[in-house]
């Protein structure tokens, strides 16, 4: 398993609904009928059309649309939930298509957790029990399990409620347990879909900011599904953007803010705060385009680095009224930030077009 490689790999992927799915996905294929026509001609309904992307290994890749956009149908192909009518998903090179009952239990039992909206815990179980529960279908010893479980519990900082039961727990925790259940197999991949959006705003952004931090501890190669583009910007290492079934763009929050690939993308990123995304390499010139304006670069500059977002570049240049020098990761000089590119980073995001 190269660590260089896609993790999950996802090839021109087609899903049809409907008794004709064939016919129908020739005829969209071959001869462009539409949505409409699809429906109307062969009762059927595409899902997904066309799909391709592939997520690398420890990343968190945000599938991000609106509800019908066809985000869920999607991820629940990568553990053939459903089975595209047309297209390859291969995980760690391996075809998911090709695998027999026996090594698909596999997969979903071992490599694979999931994590849904609705937490589907047992309600009448213990917490310790709802999470130990992958382990018990896999038929791991009971002190194992449970040794399992507790180590967990303590990761998703919910010490001392193991011994309650899970309808005992408010919503928050609830979702916790979920995600402790999908992490207690130890699981190579995370399918979560839209795990959080059921809870309130301020305990959705702490399981954001735990599961972020969880993510660079663990490192599992994650496809999490969301409707909310904050969510994405703030979780994904990259987004997918689908509508209709279709991807629409896909990149880091930073290009997708910075630079929406159709104006259905950028009604998106109106609200997001370029600050939060806009990273010091793309605001920079080079020290040579600074340099050619017959500026000599004075030794007491204050240093950022190449990732260091906007919002510190603000901060930093505050205090002083000079340019900001950035380095690279090895903390070589690669560009400078003078106040306008700052002032110009920001007011771009702004309304003006």
């Not at 047992?122 to 529960?133: K, Q």
């Not at 018990?136 to 303590?154: F, H, P, T, W, Y």
Request: aromatic fraction near 4%; proline fraction near 3%.
């Amino acid at each position: 398993m190269g660590s260089l490689g896609s993790a999950i790999k996802i090839e021109n992927v087609w899903k049809v609904f409907g008794n004709n799915s064939n016919e129908a996905l020739d005829a969209i294929q071959n001869h462009g009928i539409s949505k409409t026509e699809a429906l109307e001609k062969y009762n059927s309904v595409i899902g997904v059309s066309d799909v391709s992307f592939d997520v690398k290994q420890g990343e968190i890749f945000c599938v991000m649309g609106l509800s019908g956009s066809g985000k869920s149908t999607l991820v629940r192909h990568i553990n053939r939930l459903l089975e595209p009518t047309s297209g390859k998903i291969l995980i760690n090179d391996q075809d998911v298509m090709e695998l027999d009952r026996e090594n698909l239990q596999e997969l979903r039992n071992k490599k694979i957790g999931m994590v849904f909206q609705n937490f589907a815990l047992m309600p009448h179980r213990s917490v310790v029990d709802n999470i130990a529960m992958p382990l018990e279908i896999r038929g791991v010893s009971k002190n194992d399990r449970l040794d399992a479980a507790n180590k967990i519990l303590e990761i998703v900082e919910l010490q001392g409620w193991g011994n309650k039961f899970a309808h005992e727990l408010s919503g928050g925790m609830q979702q916790r347990v979920g995600l402790a259940r999908a992490l207690a197999a130890d699981p190579e991949f995370l399918l979560m879909d839209e795990p959080f959006s059921a809870l309130d705003p301020l305990i959705r952004r702490q399981l954001q900011t735990e599961f972020i931090k969880l993510s660079k501890q663990m490192k599992k190669t994650t496809v999490f599904i969301t409707h909310d583009l904050d969510e994405a910007v703030r979780v994904g290492h990259r987004i997918a953007i689908m509508r209709d079934g279709k991807v629409i763009q896909i990149g880091t929050p930073e290009q997708i803010v910075v630079s929406p690939a159709d104006d259905y993308v950028a009604d998106f990123v109106k609200g997001i705060s370029r600050l939060k995304v806009v990273q010091a390499k793309s605001i920079m010139q080079t020290i040579q385009e600074y340099q050619s304006k017959n500026i000599v670069l004075s030794d007491d500059l204050e240093t950022v680095y190449e990732h260091d977002l906007l919002s510190k570049l603000i901060e930093v240049s505050k205090s002083k009224q000079k340019p900001l020098l950035v380095k690279d990761e090895n903390k070589k000089p690669v560009g400078i930030i003078t106040q306008s590119d700052l002032l110009k980073a920001v007011v771009e995001g702004g309304d003006g077009e």
